[in-house]
């Protein structure tokens, strides 16, 4: 399993800016997909997760400024950050957790945000 992140850069706060992650897992079920970031100086933390069947699952730090998504038939999760701050600086990574044939998780590449002040 291969993940393709893309989407960081550079944004002014109050801006906003979208994660890409492709998940090339054809011969896999996916249970879940999400993002995590980490701070410099900081724990990897988790920032959204989407379960299959649940309703996504967000850090308290992001509510109702992050969105996530997901596209099933593409394996493709999404993050859209608006309202950015400085302190959503990180480095954004994707996770996605399998559950046949077996179970595991994956991380792709980090992309970093960095949001000037």
């Known amino acids: 399993v291969q993940l393709q992140v893309s989407g960081g850069g550079l944004v002014q706060a109050g801006g906003s800016r979208r994660l890409s992650c492709v998940a090339s897992?054809?011969?896999?079920?996916?249970?879940?997909m999400g993002w995590y970031r980490q701070a410099p100086g900081k724990q990897r933390e988790l920032v959204a997760t989407?379960?299959?069947?649940?309703?996504?699952n967000y850090a308290d730090s992001v509510k109702g400024r992050f969105t996530i998504s997901r596209n099933n038939t593409k394996n493709t999760v999404f993050l859209q950050m608006n309202s950015l701050k400085p302190e959503d600086t990180a480095v954004y990574y994707c996770?996605?957790?399998?559950?046949?044939?077996?179970?595991?998780?994956?991380w792709g590449q980090g992309t970093l945000v960095t949001v000037s002040s």
């Open positions: 897992a054809s011969f896999f079920r996916i249970k879940a």
């Open positions: 989407v379960t299959n069947g649940d309703r996504p």
């Open positions: 996770n996605i957790l399998t559950d046949w044939p077996y179970a595991n998780d994956y």
